[in-house]
Each structure stands twice: as structure tokens, then as C-alpha cells.
């Protein structure tokens, strides 16, 4: 009978170790909340002058 416990152990050990890294690389690219802020004032901005500019088409 052959011990397969010890390749098991080392699948989970490096299953847990890509899991570490992942979250921490996620961590690191993840964007700051002033840039999230920033990106959200943009969109809305846009989102003001396209209906400005739909209204004005509309002659409303």
C-alpha cells in the first residue's frame, strides 16, 4: 500500500500558499478609494453634459 498523504499535504499546503498570494496581489492592484472617488465624479460629470447636451437637441 502506497502513503498518499504526503502529496495530499503538499497540494493543500500549495492550494493555501496560491490563496495567500492571490489576496495579497489583490490588495496591492486594488484601486485606492480617492481614485474610485475621482472615477465616479468623472462618470457623473459626463453623465450631466450628455443630458445637457440631449436637452439642448430637444429645444427643451
Known amino acids: 500500500?502506497?502513503?498518499y498523504s504526503c502529496?495530499?499535504?503538499k497540494f493543500i499546503m500549495?492550494?493555501?500558499a496560491g490563496m495567500?498570494?492571490?489576496t495579497?496581489?489583490?490588495a496591492?492592484?486594488?484601486p485606492s478609494s480617492?481614485?474610485?472617488k475621482r472615477a465616479a465624479h468623472r462618470a457623473a460629470k459626463r453623465v450631466n453634459e450628455a443630458v445637457d447636451h440631449l436637452t439642448d437637441?430637444?429645444?427643451f
Do not use: E, P
Request: no cysteine.
Open 1 to 3: 500500500m502506497q502513503n
Open 7 to 9: 502529496g495530499s499535504g
Open 14 to 16: 500549495g492550494m493555501a
Open 20 to 22: 495567500v498570494a492571490g
Open 24 to 26: 495579497a496581489l489583490g
Open 28 to 30: 496591492v492592484m486594488a
Open 34 to 36: 480617492r481614485q474610485v
Open 57 to 59: 437637441a430637444m429645444d
